[in-house]
């Protein structure tokens, strides 16, 4: 599985990448590299616009084939700074660091944090969405479907907050890995991830499989992927969509025709739909 380059404007113009970070709108305050855990991994940036709030907040969760990438890579929500939301993005264990399920403990430890900490940089504690491509996008899905799988809680501080998020943005994210092709040596990105062979891991496969945990209280869900996408296949995001709707629950495939893993995704028009997402079910 391929890393891929995510533009940093996303949803609105003006944002762009510089040297030492970001180029914010006027008025944005940055709190970056704020520790959520113990391990060097366990931190993330907030950006919360001009104004008193309290603000929806969209938390970004970068990919990288779960072995690679940063928040500080590129968060590709930042655009939404100038429309009303605090953004967020956050880095987590690798699995060259610890295998599955320390990944998702680590993004639902970033939710429970920042909900712990909603008053100091005016979010609204319920009004959370998140956002992620690759496997950022499979990280997000799982936060959306396993919201009250407290299995997948770990062990973090703010235990007893909620984890749970209001909707979701899903770029071309994977669901099930067992479909995926295994190398001899096992080195592929998710034989990392699993520690060893889907095939041979068919329980930890399960349990890092967004489509396991879907029950009718799910958040929506917006997926997004290309037709030519040739690093994550289209029946990823069908198996998901499918078995979101099955499950009674509010999902969108959107299938960009030429699109790739990443490249055709990320349009000026498209990111219109994607804040609209958003506003649909974050704004009062």
């Given at each position: 599985m391929r890393r891929f380059a995510i533009p940093?404007?996303?949803?609105?113009?003006?944002?762009?990448?510089?040297?030492?970070?970001?180029?914010?709108?006027?008025?944005?305050?940055?709190?970056r590299d704020v520790a959520y855990g113990t391990h060097e991994r366990q931190k993330l940036d907030v950006y919360v616009p001009k104004g008193d709030g309290p603000f929806p907040l969209v938390l970004w969760v970068h990919g990288g084939a779960w072995q690679g990438g940063s928040k500080d890579g590129g968060n590709a929500a930042l655009g939404l700074l100038t429309q009303g939301y605090a953004v967020a993005s956050t880095?987590?264990?690798?699995?060259?660091?610890?295998?599955?399920?320390?990944q998702i403990h680590d993004v639902k430890a970033a939710v429970r944090f920042l909900r712990a900490n909603a008053?100091?940089?005016?979010?609204?504690?319920?009004?959370?969405?998140a956002a992620g491509a690759s496997a950022g996008g499979h990280l997000v899905a799982l936060i959306g479907t396993s919201g009250d799988v407290t299995d997948l809680d770990g062990d973090g501080p703010h235990k007893g907050v909620s984890s749970k998020v209001s909707c979701v943005l899903d770029f071309f994210g994977p669901t099930d890995l067992s479909k995926f092709p295994t190398t001899p040596n096992g080195s592929s990105p998710i034989e990392k991830l699993l520690g060893g062979?889907?095939?041979?891991?068919?329980?930890?496969?399960?349990?890092?499989?967004?489509?396991?945990?879907?029950?009718?209280?799910?958040?929506?869900?917006?997926?997004v992927h290309g037709d030519k996408?040739?690093?994550?296949?289209?029946?990823?995001?069908?198996?998901?969509?499918?078995?979101?709707?099955?499950g009674g629950v509010d999902s969108t495939l959107k299938v960009i025709p030429g699109a790739?893993?990443?490249?055709?995704?990320?349009?000026?028009?498209?990111?219109?739909?994607?804040?609209?997402?958003?506003?649909?079910?974050?704004?009062k």
């Open positions: 940093i404007l996303f949803l609105a113009a003006g944002v762009a990448s510089a040297q030492k970070g970001p180029k914010l709108p006027d008025g944005v305050t940055a709190d880095n987590y264990r690798l699995s060259q660091h610890a295998a599955f399920p320390a008053k100091k940089y005016k979010l609204d504690p319920d009004r959370f969405g062979k889907a095939a041979d891991k068919k329980d930890l496969a399960a349990k890092a499989n967004p489509i396991t945990f879907v029950s009718k209280g799910d958040p929506p869900v917006l997926i996408d040739p690093t994550v296949p289209l029946s990823q995001s069908e198996l998901l969509h499918e078995a979101l709707k099955k790739q893993h990443g490249p055709g995704v990320f349009t000026p028009e498209l990111s219109k739909e994607y804040a609209a997402f958003f506003d649909k079910h974050l704004k």
